[in-house]
């Protein structure tokens, strides 16, 4: 009879574990315990304010590896010693705001003589650079005049939301190959000492992020920016789970001071 009971009781805490469980407590669902599914909407959300940056400039160089040499120096004419040379480069920017400003890194466009956009909706748009800290490593560039219709500006997230765990999404220009998702957590906040820039205060993430998504957008799962892509730490030259972002607010405060 004592095991008949024991049974039936075992059976009652399996049948009906809110009738046993503390008072007001309730078993958990599927939904409680499963993660995002998407993000999807964070991304359609973000992803009309991240642009595709190209640049060129014009360098001189001497056009032979001899010219110096004092031996050969002497068969060259003077003018074969200076030929010009088109250096391109590409990046990413993240338009902040509707009157056509975007925020990039520095060392995207340093020096650059043609800087031009590939939007999202593959519009090609010229830009010009209104100015750039190379402290901070943060670059202000502005659309023409007339491009400036249907610009989505993104959302910047407040300093005080961004937490370590949280989970973060990095789009860019990787490689060139166009525009990019890669997803990760924030691994650590304040980063600094690392001889990269003079000021350094750096979100670190181990969301992809390699040569191409510079100056692209780190934002939350709401779709809203918290860093400026600018770094990695790599051996090999792609990523290895150590990439750096320029909190949002520190790259907003510059551009206001641009």
Known sequence: MISLGLALALGMVFLFPEKFGPSGSKPLTLQQTQGVGSYADAVSLASASVVNIYTSKTVIRESHPLYTDPLFKKFFRDNTRLAPKTQTSLGSGVIVNNDGYILTNNHVIANADQIELLMPDGRQLNATAIGADPETDIAVLKVEQADQQKLASITIASAESVRVGDVVLAIGNPFGV?????????????????????????????????????????????????????????????????????????????????
């Not at 181990?206 to 860093?227: E, F, T």
């Not at 770094?231 to 789970?241: D, K, L, N, P």
């Open 178 to 258: 166009g525009q990019t998702v890669t997803q990760g957590i924030i691994s650590a906040t304040g980063r600094n000492q690392l001889g990269l820039n003079t000021f350094e205060d750096f979100i670190q993430t181990d969301a992809a992020i390699n040569p191409g998504n510079s100056g692209g957008a780190l934002i939350n799962s709401q779709g809203q920016l918290v860093g400026i892509n600018t770094a990695i730490f790599s051996r090999s030259g792609g990523s290895q789970g150590i990439g750096f972002a320029i909190p949002a607010s520190l790259a907003s405060n510059v551009m206001n001071q641009i």
